[in-house]
C-alpha cells in the first residue's frame, strides 16, 4: 500500500491538469466565439437603404455611399441615392416613401405638422456662391446688385460694371434648398420666376447650363465649383471655408439627413458611418463641405447667428 499510495497522488494530479486544461481550452474557445459573435453584428445587417433630396448634398452623399457598401461588414445593405431637391427629399421622408431626406434647410422651414416626426441628423455645412459666365467681366456683387438681377431690374452687365450683355437668369425650382438659401441670406427676400429666365432641377444642370451660355447667373454650392464658372465675390468677400466657419461670408446652411422618427439598423449603420471620422476628416474636406464640428458660429432655424 505505500509503494501505491504516491502513484494514485501522482495519477489524481495528472487527472486534475488535464481536466483544467480542457476547461481551458473550452473557455478559450467560448471567448472567441463570444468576440466573433460581436464583430460579426454588422455583417449580419441587410436590407436598402433610399436617400433622396438635396443636389447640393447630393455628391457627398454618393461617395460616402460606395465607400460604405464596399466593406465587407455592410456589404449586404444596398444604399440608393437620388436628387430631387431639399424639399423633395423632406416631403418624401416625412410621407414614408424615403428612408432618408437630405435638405439644405431644417424640416420646419419646409414642412409644418409633419416636421415634428423628424429627426435631424446633421453632416456637415455647405457654402452657396453667385456664379457667372465667365465672359460677363464681373467679379463681385453687392447685395443689391444681386437683389436687382434676380428681381429683373438689373438687365445687362453694364449696369453692374461688367459687358454690354443681356443678363440671363438660371434659377432653381422652388422646391430647393439651395434657392431658399441663397434667397434668405444673399438676397434676403424671396423672389419671383422671372420672364426669360432659366430653371434647373439639378444644381449639375445649372453649372452646365452657366458655364456654357453667354451672360448667364446662377448659384452653386461650393460642392460643384471649378474652373469651369466665374465665382463671384459677394459683398466683397469671397466663399471660402475660412470666411464661412467664422461667420464672415453668410451664405451657408447645414446639410441635413433627416430620418422619420429613429432610423432602422440599416440606415443608422449608414447614418453613424456619415457621421464618423472617415468620412467627416476626408471625404466631407475633399467635396467642399465643412464638418459641423469646425463651425464658429451656430445658426438656428429663423437664421439667428450665435458664437
Not at 64 to 76: H, R
Amino acid at each position: 500500500m505505500k509503494i501505491k499510495k504516491p502513484l494514485l497522488m501522482i495519477c489524481t494530479l495528472a487527472l486534475v491538469v488535464m481536466l483544467a486544461a480542457c476547461g481551458s481550452k473550452d473557455t478559450q474557445g467560448g471567448s472567441s466565439a463570444s468576440g466573433t459573435a460581436n464583430n460579426d453584428k454588422s455583417s449580419e445587417l441587410s436590407g436598402s437603404v433610399l436617400a433622396v433630396g438635396s443636389t447640393a448634398l447630393q455628391p457627398l452623399v454618393e461617395q460616402a455611399a460606395q465607400k460604405f457598401m464596399a466593406k465587407p461588414e455592410y456589404s449586404k445593405i444596398q444604399v440608393q441615392v437620388q436628387g430631387g431637391g431639399s424639399g423633395t427629399g423632406l416631403t418624401q421622408v416625412a410621407g414614408g416613401q424615403a428612408d432618408i431626406g437630405n435638405s439644405d434647410v431644417f424640416a420646419e422651414e419646409k414642412l409644418k405638422d409633419e416636421s415634428k416626426d423628424l429627426v435631424d441628423h446633421q453632416v456637415g455645412v455647405i457654402a452657396m456662391a453667385p456664379v457667372t459666365n465667365k465672359d460677363v467681366g464681373v467679379d463681385n456683387l453687392t447685395q443689391k446688385q444681386l437683389v436687382d438681377i434676380f428681381t429683373g431690374k438689373v438687365t445687362n452687365w453694364k449696369e453692374v460694371g461688367g459687358k454690354d450683355e443681356p443678363i440671363v437668369i438660371v434659377n432653381r425650382p422652388s422646391s430647393s434648398g439651395t434657392r431658399k438659401t441663397f434667397e434668405k441670406y444673399a438676397l434676403g427676400q424671396k423672389t419671383e420666376d422671372l420672364k426669360g429666365s432659366i430653371q434647373e432641377e439639378s444644381s449639375g444642370t445649372v453649372k452646365k447650363i452657366v458655364s456654357e451660355t453667354p451672360g448667364a447667373i446662377g448659384y452653386l454650392a461650393l460642392s460643384y465649383l471649378d474652373d469651369k464658372v466665374n465665382v463671384v465675390k459677394y459683398d466683397g468677400v469671397e466663399a471660402t471655408v475660412e470666411n464661412v466657419k467664422s461667420g464672415k461670408y453668410p451664405v451657408w446652411a447645414y446639410e441635413h439627413m433627416y430620418t422619420k422618427g429613429e432610423p432602422k439598423p440599416e440606415v443608422k449603420a449608414f447614418l453613424d458611418y456619415m457621421a464618423s471620422d472617415e468620412i467627416q476628416n476626408n471625404d466631407v474636406v475633399e467635396l467642399g463641405y465643412i464638418p459641423v464640428s469646425q463651425m464658429e458660429v451656430k445658426r438656428d432655424a429663423d437664421g439667428n447667428i450665435t458664437k
